[in-house]
């Protein structure tokens, strides 16, 4: 099993920045894949990005791709996602999650561990 616990949610004016963090306890993330997803109110949950624990491999949905950055630190366990550059469309609930699926990337249902999600809201 897994545990994620996602932070660094905040407000942020159009063109700011904030660093999200997804700290993993429990069984260790080698064989996993981590990925940011969010959901806007009264929309879907969509993809943002995903990185292998083992290589770092990474992919990126085309409405962040240049903006944000995914990233882990191994020795905190730690998947972050970087966003520069934030729109107003960014603002939603930002959720990481977990899957040892070998497809890539991996689809949205692949992924069985779920943190709670945090707050991003970016201001015209």
């Known amino acids: 099993q897994a545990q994620l616990v996602e932070s660094g949610g905040g407000l942020v004016q159009a063109g700011g920045s904030l660093r999200l963090s997804c700290a993993a306890s429990?069984?260790?993330?080698?064989?996993?894949?981590v990925g940011w997803f969010r959901q806007a109110p009264g929309k879907e949950r969509d993809f943002v990005a995903v990185i292998t624990w083992a290589g770092g491999s990474t992919y990126y949905a085309d409405s962040v791709k240049g903006r944000f950055t995914i990233s882990r630190d191994n020795a905190k366990n730690t998947v972050y996602l970087q966003m520069n550059s934030l729109k107003p469309e960014d603002t939603a609930v930002y959720y990481c999650?977990?899957?040892?699926?070998?497809?890539?990337?991996?689809?949205?249902?692949?992924?069985?561990?779920w943190g709670q999600g945090t707050q991003v809201t970016v201001s015209s």
């Open positions: 999650a977990a899957t040892r699926a070998t497809v890539w990337p991996p689809r949205p249902y692949d992924y069985d561990y």
């Open positions: 429990g069984r260790t993330l080698r064989t996993y894949a």
